[in-house]
């Protein structure tokens, strides 16, 4: 069965402070990472999606990259508007295949 | 384009009740899905349309609810009987291409209240 974890459930971050967010995954067969954000009261919104490990896609402020196993979001010099929850997925097999999302990491940046 | 259209966007009902929750996806986008989303569980499909066609409904949690949709501009998901634990927020998403690989574009969402 197809599994996502994402590490840390929160974080708070200090405007300009850089970090990492974490999601580990199991997968029979990875056909594509998926990053998507998601504003309280609101429905997630694409932000990525990375096919191979190795890969690497950016924009703006955000770095996303793969390995076999896990992908992390950096976030360079984060600015308050970056606030928001960050979701991860994957799809894996052929033909029609469902996401399966992690539950997020809140991410708090602070002016 | 307005983007994915939901309606309500709150409900709150009494247990018992039907529910109906409605879902207009962007033009031209030929794949629908319904998620439900839970502080517990997170983001879960329930089921997918292609070309109005079920695909995938494993996700739908039992018979209580269904879901149609009569053409490509309108889908609905219903909940007969509901119960409080079928409180969360549901959310619409559509997209174009047959795998669900392409970038969903989901809607505001319903948050549903079962008292």
């Known amino acids: 069965e197809d599994q996502v974890t994402q590490s840390p459930e929160a974080l708070r971050l200090q405007e300009g402070e850089s970090s990492s967010l974490n999601c580990s995954y199991t997968v029979s067969g990875l056909r594509g990472l998926f990053w998507y954000r998601q504003d309280p009261g609101k429905g997630p919104e694409f932000l990525f999606t990375l096919y191979s490990a190795g890969e690497e896609k950016e924009k703006e402020r955000l770095k996303a990259t793969l390995t076999k196993k896990e992908s992390f979001l950096h976030i360079t010099a984060p600015k308050p508007e970056d606030s928001a929850t960050y979701l991860c997925a994957v799809q894996g097999g052929t033909g029609f295949q469902k996401l399966v999302f992690g539950t997020g990491t809140r991410l708090l940046v602070s002016p | 384009d307005a983007g994915v259209i939901q309606s309500p966007r709150h409900e709150v009902t009494e247990m018992g009740q039907e529910v109906t929750l409605r879902c207009k996806p962007i033009s031209g986008h030929n794949s629908l899905f319904w998620y439900r989303q839970t502080m517990m569980r997170g983001l879960e499909l329930l089921i997918y349309f292609n070309n109005n066609v079920p695909i995938d409904d494993s996700g739908m949690p039992e018979d209580r609810f269904s879901a149609k949709m009569p053409n490509a501009s309108f889908s609905t998901l219903k909940i007969q009987p509901s119960e409080p634990r079928d409180s969360a927020v549901y959310f619409c998403?559509?997209?174009?291409?047959?795998?669900?690989?392409?970038?969903?574009?989901f809607g505001p969402g319903t948050r549903l209240t079962v008292l």
């Open positions: 998403a559509s997209s174009f291409g047959p795998t669900g690989s392409n970038e969903q574009f």
